[in-house]
């Protein structure tokens, strides 16, 4: 087996013991970007050079007997995150040459753990996508069927992490902007609660939707990575003083005696016959592991969909308002004076999808309409939260299906927004409640394409959802399939 088809644990056993350097695994990783990136198009930029001194400074720590929790590991990132004197795009035109001045919170973790970076990955422009075919610079291809998408916004993150360009990486989630994309590229993603890792030089989308979590290959690394990253932030805002556990100490751990929440509202007309019945052996497995499913009602969840493309683009039109061409990034040189500047360089620096949730969102909070939506729409977001606090009143999880169908073909759905905004069907409810969510890959269609079972805790539990996900893993023997690139 390659380098760069190990996950992170096994790697770092291997680093330990001296059986392979960080230049190694990074020249690998970089050998298979070489033979595949041009098919995949994960990234949007690549950081080989300083990836490789990167490697070379790690080999030479764990040389002293200094090795972290990540050293030597190359890993990904979304190209939403500031990466200081690396260019950070958003995947948009108007952000095409903007260098930021300072990292992320979670870039200076995954620094300190020892981390080596191999480049930024493809999204949706401003996340605002389920597919990766709003970015400016391009579409990423799915591995398992280079025809589709890898889903969206995190594709390029999901689609690195499958195609083995990477060990492992991190995206945002913002309606399920990791989790759809991990289960329709067969790979593992989590969305944290709302408030456990720092969004501290985050881009914004929606803030108070918007969080950062991981893409790996395994739950094990999951767990590895949220050491690393989660953690209260005083830079941030919304960051909560909440401790944080060691979550690799919830894995290989029993589900007996679990009660496992199936909402009922989850499995209706519309999903695809082989997605659900990946999921009701996903059913069956945790049964089979000592858990008991029990059937739970979420009434309002039909209100999401409405609820969340209110919330949403009302949050993202205040916070594009910032890109106007005077601060930072694109400008038009074609203005006559200052709001002809503004109004030609925003018509030509953001996507078509990025101008339909600006105007939607500026509807909705125009005066006469806030009440009506915004206000209601925010109404209704607290009856979500309420119903998933009841339902874990009676349940430890939540299982679900992550995505309704697998990942359908490039182009299928960009002139049907409707359609593209249901894939998200079965995420969005998560972040409008603020809890953690995890994708875990449960089996493939005849077609030979993944599908992922997603499952959910209650706010900051995420070592409960590893520990689940750990276990439903464990007893599932999900067959190991490597996309035929």
């Not at 999951?222 to 919304?238: F, H, K, W």
Request: with cysteine; aromatic share 10%; glycine share 10%.
């Amino acid at each position: 087996m390659e380098l760069y088809q190990l996950t992170i644990h096994e790697l770092l056993d291997r680093l330990r013991a001296g059986e392979t350097t960080s230049a190694a695994i990074t020249a690998s990783v970089f050998g298979r970007i070489d033979a595949v990136e041009e098919e995949v198009r994960a990234y949007i930029t690549l950081m080989r050079e300083t990836a490789l001194a990167g490697a070379e400074a790690a080999d030479r720590r764990i040389r002293k007997g200094e090795i972290g929790a990540l050293t030597g590991i190359p890993i990904a990132l979304k190209d939403i995150f500031c990466t200081q004197g690396g260019r950070t795009t958003c995947g948009s035109r108007i952000l095409e040459s903007f260098i930021p001045p300072y990292d992320a919170t979670v870039v200076e973790r995954l620094r300190a753990a020892g981390a080596v970076f191999t480049g930024k990955t493809n999204m949706d422009e401003f996340a605002m996508g389920s597919s990766t075919e709003t970015s400016f610079f391009g579409v990423t291809r799915n591995p398992w069927d280079l025809e589709r998408i890898p889903g969206g916004s995190s594709g390029g993150s999901a689609a690195a992490v499958a195609a083995d360009e990477c060990i492992a990486a991190l995206g945002s989630d913002t309606g399920g902007s990791i989790r759809q994309p991990a289960a329709l590229c067969g790979v593992v993603g989590l969305k944290p609660t709302y408030g456990r890792v720092s969004r501290f030089g985050l881009i914004a989308f929606a803030s108070s939707l918007d969080q950062i979590g991981p893409f790996t290959k395994d739950v094990e690394d999951c767990a590895i990575l949220m050491n690393v990253i989660a953690g209260y932030d005083p830079r941030e805002s919304t960051s909560v003083p909440e401790e944080v556990p060691d979550y690799r100490r919830f894995l290989g751990k029993g589900i007996e005696g679990w009660r496992v929440g199936i909402p009922k509202e989850y499995f209706v007309a519309g999903i695809d016959p082989e997605v659900e019945a990946a999921v009701r052996r996903a059913i069956r497995v945790v049964e089979g592991a000592g858990a008991e499913c029990i059937e739970i009602s979420l009434p309002h969840t039909e209100y999401c969909l409405a609820v969340y493309y209110i919330v949403a683009p009302a949050e993202a039109c205040s916070n594009l308002a910032r890109y106007d061409g005077v601060k930072y990034g694109f400008r038009s040189e074609a203005g006559r004076d200052l709001l002809e500047m503004y109004k030609k360089t925003r018509a030509a620096g953001f996507g078509a999808e990025v101008k339909r949730r600006i105007m939607i969102g500026t509807y909705a909070l125009s005066s006469g309409y806030y009440d009506a939506y915004y206000k209601k729409a925010s109404q209704v977001r607290g009856l979500i939260k309420r119903d998933f606090d009841e339902a874990f009143t009676k349940c430890d999880v939540i299982l679900t299906p992550t995505t309704p169908t697998p990942a359908f073909r490039v182009g299928e759905r960009t002139d049907d927004p409707m359609q593209m905004y249901l894939s998200d069907i079965f995420t969005i409810s998560t972040n409008l409640a603020g809890i953690p969510g995890i994708s875990v890959p449960c089996g493939f269609t005849a077609a030979g394409l993944p599908v992922g079972v997603q499952f959910l805790a209650g706010h900051f539990q995420e070592g409960r959802l590893l520990q689940f996900a750990s276990a439903y893993e464990k007893h599932a023997q999900i067959e190991k399939r490597r996309p035929k690139l």
